[in-house]
């Protein structure tokens, strides 16, 4: 099992998506704040329809701040071809293309259904890579395990979309608990299953602590060999398009689970705390993140 995991910050995209729109003056305050925790990967914004999604509407002008951290992997998400196009044109190097696992999420999400969205994974792909200078892909696989809507997600729905990712030439492949209702067995039975249909592909998690089980399932991913998480300071965030699906992993929670547990993190833990009270400081609400209230342990 590896001894060292990646954490890629998500509060200025999935964090923020939920919130009413805040200044791009403030959201580069926290830009700021993440980054000096360490971190070596950021999904900065979302290149979705503003009229959807109105706290991203600034994902252009957010984006060409990001060249003033030249050492960090800024990432967007995208929900379609044209916001694709849209990412790559902002100076994008890295993009997240999500698929939904269920129909009715997925119809609700992007106005499509999930074979739909599907499809559009080569589209998407042939954007990406056919930029004079690559871009990388990651797709996401939201609702993997259950549905807001239709209940537990049955496991082939997952492992063909990832079947379809691998064969039309994403680089990158996460699985989403988009609604917090995954538990270690689960997360273990899904990962196990996704292994021989990905390969060497790589693969992240992206879980919500919403029902309180978010940080022992990105614990048991990375005992199954998953090398790289999805986490939001203060645990900020949220889906717009998910009813209940609150409370993404907060970054200084899943820092010290990790460090306490003797595996190697890039993000710096009190930076990680000091980045929560900015997060929570330009949303203007408390936030559910543990160690924003109780701080590290005391070490003698």
């Known amino acids: 099992m590896t001894r060292h995991v990646n954490i890629r910050e998500v509060s200025l995209r999935d964090g923020l998506q939920i919130e009413k729109p805040i200044p791009l003056a403030a959201k580069l305050e926290l830009l700021a704040a993440v980054v000096a925790t360490g971190v070596r990967e950021v999904e900065a914004t979302a290149f ?12 252009a002008e957010l984006a060409a701040h990001l060249h003033d951290y030249p050492d960090v992997e800024f990432s967007a998400l995208v929900a379609s071809p044209g916001g694709a196009k849209r990412a790559v044109a ?15 999420f997925s119809q609700a999400n992007v106005g499509r259904t999930s074979a739909e969205a599907t499809d559009q994974i080569e589209e998407i792909v042939a954007i990406a890579h056919g930029c004079p200078a690559p871009v990388s892909l990651e797709v996401v696989i939201a609702t993997a395990w259950d549905s807001p809507f239709e209940g537990p997600t049955p496991p082939q729905r997952v492992l063909d979309i990832a079947a379809a990712a691998r064969d039309r030439g994403a680089d990158r492949l996460s699985i989403a608990d988009t609604i917090g209702t995954a538990t270690p067995g689960r997360v273990s039975s899904l990962i196990g299953h996704l292994r021989p249909v990905i390969g060497d592909m790589p693969l992240g998690g992206h879980f919500h602590n919403t029902r309180g089980s978010g940080l ?52 710096d833990l009190q930076a990680a705390i000091a980045a929560a009270e900015v997060a ?14 109780a701080g590290d342990r005391i070490r003698n």
């Open 48 to 59: 979705v329809s503003p009229s959807k999604v109105p706290s991203m509407a600034d994902a």
């Open 90 to 104: 902002a100076g994008l190097r890295s993009i997240e293309y999500v698929v939904a696992a269920d129909d009715t």
């Open 216 to 267: 022992a399932s990105a614990y048991a991913a990375v005992g199954c060999g998953v090398t790289r998480l999805d986490a939001s300071v203060g645990g900020l965030g949220g889906c717009p398009f998910a009813p209940g699906a609150t409370g993404n992993i907060a970054t200084e929670d899943l820092v010290y689970l990790l460090t306490d547990s003797g595996f190697e993190v890039d993000v």
């Open 280 to 293: 929570k400081s330009v949303v203007g609400h408390d936030l559910p993140s543990s160690l924003l209230r």
